[in-house]
């Protein structure tokens, strides 16, 4: 066996946290300008010794503590009953489904020994759940009346990625939720399929505010051992799409593999329909940095900002400021939102920099002119202005200002996601619209295998690749139209675009 | 390298959960009642095919997730800023603190491949993350300023046992949360330790209901590179003493090895002191059960109950019993508790049984009679009792016995672990209160080398342990008093348990 050292890893070049902001454009140099927001705000540091890992710091940590807060309160409402399973798979679970194993084994870091003995057999650790999940699904599910059977577990996976490695994007560890989920019949599980999508658009759109498309991928991009895949994929300003959560029609492969079976209404033994669904939150958070951050920092979704209000007293040792200030802090804790009293060394300039470059929604700079005329100045992230409010309306201003921030977001990110998409009738005008960042869509002769050589042309002259169509969106195709590549009659409308 | 094949298991009996409830009484066959208790209540299915893993089921998560939430908040209101560290550790980071990769060694999995590549260097799946977390502190930390740098993790760790495992108890993976902190002075780092012993008083003892007394362990017990170590321990029925947190003082020997350096306020470059602390979540979840847990089944403490409240409409299709259930429902949840109205197919009896046997504080019977005499009936765990309140009372009751609910719980843990403690002066008095399943206090010569002769003795004749000192109790001791064991010179009060 080879030993493993040709794997590149963004170099991560010592980027101090510091006062100073970004001192690239997002929309010019945009891998610098994630490369330093990272570094800059504290969100990981990418120090560690072991290639492709990182330390996520308390400001990634607690935001995507939030953001697991919204993800399993919405599952649990939907019927999910959360687990927690080891983290070492067998490997001949692995290799029960073949195609599954076939994707996955180049990935997979192997645990070898404990202690300094050999184990009888080595362990995976998890890529991905399915071969262990559904091993249990055979003991645990018996009748109909055990159907749906909907789990997940809040884990971390772990790839050994042969392409380089980014922070949050692609690393070798991620933090992850996956549900798993047996039923009865194909519908059923079609019908869960498009309760993942909604998930996905009531969390990451409505409360991240990510705007995306869901697609059911291509037959020759599909999961390991799944029939059907279909996944969300979120736009980079670099014109790069990244695919978010994805959930999986697995049919019967699974159920065979893993005997996973049920006594039917009709007394019959049958073989069930699993379907699973992985939001990656640390690559979700990735794309919440990238679509909502701007050239001065991190802009966070109100529920999910690790801080969301920062009040800064100007003059620091006034004790009529400081006692204002913790008054203040009290009543906005009333409101069941998370405040802190700037008292550090910094100037008050260094400090609004500071808690616009970290992403916090609202500041309060409380001076001292304000508190003799009873004013309150509220800086607020969404639209990067002050407003001066009588202090007896602060806190009302605050709340309102915390039920629009988010909307605000999201309908900045939507219209620029939506300017993204353009549509294209050739090869040439596909070109065009991927060299200016953008979402090709276009009709498409077909998914299957017949299309992979239209698929093939696509990437050859642009870079890019068909991602897939869009839930019930081939309706809308005339019955005349043709494939932009090849001209024969088109089937789908698919959508083009780099990706990472 | 020999092949592991010498491990025992606690070989899974598969029982089946079931309406039926525990078939052997707590105190009379602890192990036996531990074991039903866990699969006939579903806590954990002990049937993955690893050994010394097991698949945590929703009722043990959904505690759990609880346990997190309050040991994090406690830790956060403290200063601990939360990360997320990779699972894997470099060999060569282990072996930078001599005698802690001596103790540790034995029990590291390791992982040796990335797909079908030699690693570079050998991986460890952390069985404890002071060496990831202390490089990155020699990164992080300059100065005084910077002191005390109070960080925490939540995470899994891995441990290659070779004792025999027990679930929840001595797995090979478990879930815990680690913190980490360097101080500027020795003093500073003691002042830690007291803290710790105060979160483990308010959330273990005063929220999660278990009794236990907090030690310094002698110096033969010590954590491997730490200069001293307490520990809580938490008394089972059979008299075994389980380790609950433990809190190190690693003193200056991990900044040594890693290199962890601050300017002090003097100008000069000193090396930090350090500490951690590491509350075993699944471990503790194990205590919860051991010590409140009846021969009925399970009975939580309120705050962390998988299910708070649940309704049993008697006749669970008559129309007016729904309505009324959801109703209650309803009005309960508003309160901030979580409710499930039961319209499963069981008899109400079996019903009954269920929720009792699952442990959900208080359960309201809902008849029909009731109904028309607008009357509610409330059965709480907390004392095994039913009360019959008016109907426009119901939520005000519920409200109470939230607030009494786990004070009860205590009290009873409180007065069962502190009978069990008990004096003695010499052997024959020690083994009588280790044959009874008790703890015993006893004056003793020394915690350091020179006693080891006398601890030696205790275990050979009783099979139980010096567990150590009891913060500032040695006062206590009077001048002339001497070792139960060797009569020489007693130095300390030191408690002799037997142990896990």
Request: proline share 4%; net charge positive.
């Amino acid at each position: 066996m080879s030993r493993d050292k040709k794997v590149s890893q963004e170099k991560p070049k010592e980027i101090k946290p510091s006062q100073e902001g970004l001192t690239v454009k997002k929309d010019e140099n945009f891998s610098e300008w994630f490369t330093q927001i990272i570094q800059k705000t504290e969100l990981a540091d990418l120090r560690y010794n072991v290639k492709g890992f990182l330390v996520f710091q308390p400001w990634s940590v607690l935001s995507m503590e939030k953001m697991y807060y919204y993800l399993e309160k919405v599952l649990q409402k939907k019927g999910h009953k959360p687990y927690f399973f080891p983290t070492v798979i067998p490997e001949s679970n692995l290799k029960k489904e073949s195609s599954h194993i076939g994707g996955f084994t180049p990935e997979v870091f192997w645990v070898t020994h404990g202690g300094d003995k050999e184990l009888e057999e080595k362990l995976a650790l998890r890529p991905t759940s399915e071969t262990a999940f559904y091993q249990m699904f055979s003991l645990w599910i018996r009748s109909y009346n055990d159907l749906p059977f909907k789990t997940y577990q809040r884990a971390n996976v772990f790839r050994h990625e042969t392409k380089a490695t980014r922070p949050f994007l692609r690393s070798r560890e991620f933090h992850w939720i996956e549900t798993h989920c047996a039923h009865e019949s194909e519908e059923d599980a079609f019908r869960q399929v498009k309760e993942d999508m909604n998930t996905t658009k009531e969390v990451l759109h409505d409360i991240f505010g990510l705007p995306f498309i869901f697609f059911e991928r291509p037959s020759w991009d599909k999961f390991p051992g799944a029939s059907r895949t279909f996944a969300a994929d979120v736009l980079n300003p670099d014109g790069k799409v990244i695919q978010q959560p994805s959930t999986h029609m697995l049919s019967q492969n699974f159920s065979k593999a893993f005997d996973v079976k049920f006594k039917d209404k009709d007394g019959k033994e049958k073989l069930a329909w699993i379907t699973c669904y992985g939001p990656a939150v640390s690559r979700i958070f990735a794309s919440v940095i990238i679509v909502h951050g701007d050239d001065k920092g991190l802009k966070f979704p109100f529920e999910i900002a690790p801080l969301q209000v920062a009040i800064v007293p100007i003059n620091k040792d006034d004790d009529k400021l400081i006692k204002k200030s913790k008054e203040l802090k009290k009543e906005i804790e009333e409101l069941g939102l998370s405040v802190e009293v700037d008292l550090s060394e910094k100037r008050p300039g260094e400090k609004f920099n500071y808690w616009e470059m970290k992403g916090v929604p609202i500041r309060i700079d409380l001076g001292l002119k304000d508190l003799e005329n009873k004013k309150i100045t509220i800086f607020r992230r969404d639209t990067d202005k002050k407003e001066v409010v009588p202090e007896k309306d602060a806190i009302k201003t605050i709340e309102k200002i915390s039920k629009e921030f988010t909307k605000n977001l999201i309908q900045k990110a939507d219209k620029i996601f939506e300017g993204r998409i353009k549509d294209s009738e050739n090869l040439s005008g596909i070109k065009k619209i991927i060299e200016n960042n953008g979402i090709a869509r276009i009709s498409f002769c077909s998914t299957e295998k017949a299309g992979t050589s239209c698929a093939a042309k696509i990437e050859k002259e642009t870079g890019a690749f068909v991602r897939g169509t869009k839930f019930d969106e081939d309706k809308k195709l005339s019955t005349n139209s043709k494939c932009a590549i090849c001209s024969k009659k088109a089937n789908h409308i698919v959508y083009v675009a780099r990706a990472y």
